[in-house]
């Protein structure tokens, strides 16, 4: 498996913090970068669109700071966000910033598009895009991706429904490249485990929620506190596409999370539309990861727990190789 030198020399831990739709903002962005990880967001979080070159002068400014001042530990890369669908009228607008800044890191998602990869690459950027399956895997990297971002079952918002293990291990029979897996990962040992089963890094995204930098309601960061795997419902009901919800939160919508139909959002009767749900302001996205999120810390403090894990998970991995290598090669002889 072969990264590109940005992915590979400029991270302390093997993680890309996924872009939060609505949440993500500079101050968590340029916090994870300080803290060694990839930062990223969505293009469409700045609203409105001219609010988008404000945000990457200041996270390059900042970076650019950080780096002069501590010339022994970089800060990581930034990556944004891009919506390639069509319906997104905001692409060739933000893509153009993206050209400007020299953004690192383009991550696309509903849609691959040659135009895109070819205008990230033609200043040096890469470009990775999330998948939920081996069909788009194959498409996005005809189409010129660099590298592909696995979301399987369990991931925060939309997501897909195969199992990391099956994901990961068909992309692997003919992708040698960038690989990241989304889905569940909440702690520095499932880091270490992506790793295991053939992914080069982690796509973490429901536990920076419960931080605080990240541009989220109070009360939804209480709630991942509070949550756990079996707080979370997997339904198209909102958004006309399945992704993973927070049940409380569709509760407190007056809605049952227990008995939702499978129907098209645009079709269902909530009342008036100012009582109508909405996906992320009122119905809070998340993924199964969050029974390890106890708390509400910093973004670097959360970067530092992840770190601390994930060195222990390695030396437990080494005790584990020492005991069953030395047997498995006695058995083979």
């Not at 692997?172 to 909440?186: E, H, N, T, V």
């Not at 982690?202 to 506190?225: C, L, Q």
């Not at 198209?236 to 049952?256: C, E, M, Q």
Request: aromatic share 6%; proline share 6%.
């Amino acid at each position: 498996m072969s990264l590109p030198p940005i992915l590979k020399d400029k991270l302390r831990l093997p993680i890309v913090g996924s872009p939060l739709f609505i949440i993500s903002n500079p101050d968590l962005v340029i916090a994870q970068c300080k803290a060694g990880i990839v930062g990223s967001f969505p293009a469409l979080n700045a609203r409105p669109a001219e609010q988008l070159e404000q945000w990457l002068q200041q996270i390059t400014e900042e970076l650019a700071e950080h780096d002069r001042r501590h010339p022994d530990r970089p800060a990581a890369p930034f990556a944004v966000n891009q919506i390639v669908h069509k319906s997104n009228d905001r692409l060739e607008h933000d893509l153009a910033l993206c050209v400007k800044y020299r953004v690192p890191i383009v991550i696309t998602s509903l849609g691959a598009r040659v135009e895109v990869n070819d205008a990230v690459h033609g200043y040096g950027g890469i470009v990775l895009h999330d998948i939920i399956n081996d069909t788009f895997a194959h498409k996005a990297i005809d189409k010129g991706a660099d590298g592909l971002i696995a979301v399987a079952a369990g991931a925060g918002g939309h997501a897909g429904g195969l199992s990391p293990f099956a994901l990961v291990q068909e992309i692997r029979a003919w992708f040698d490249g960038p690989l990241l897996l989304s889905g569940a990962i909440a702690t520095g040992r499932s880091v270490l485990a992506a790793q295991a089963i053939g992914a080069d890094l982690a796509y973490i995204g429901s536990a920076f929620i419960a931080t605080k930098e990240a541009r989220a309601d109070e009360a939804y960061k209480r709630m991942i506190v509070e949550s756990s795997a079996e707080d979370i419902v997997y339904t198209n009901l909102f958004t006309g596409v399945l992704g993973n919800y927070l049940k409380p939160s569709i509760r407190n919508a007056g809605l049952d999370p227990d008995n939702l139909p499978v129907s098209d959002p645009s079709k269902m009767s909530f009342g008036s539309e100012r009582e109508k749900p909405k996906a992320w302001k009122t119905i809070w996205g998340c993924g199964q990861g969050i029974g390890a999120v106890h708390d509400v810390p910093g973004a670097a403090e959360l970067v530092e727990r992840l770190g601390r894990e994930y060195e222990a998970a390695w030396e437990s991995m080494n005790a584990l190789r020492g005991a069953w290598l030395p047997a498995t090669r006695q058995r083979a002889a």
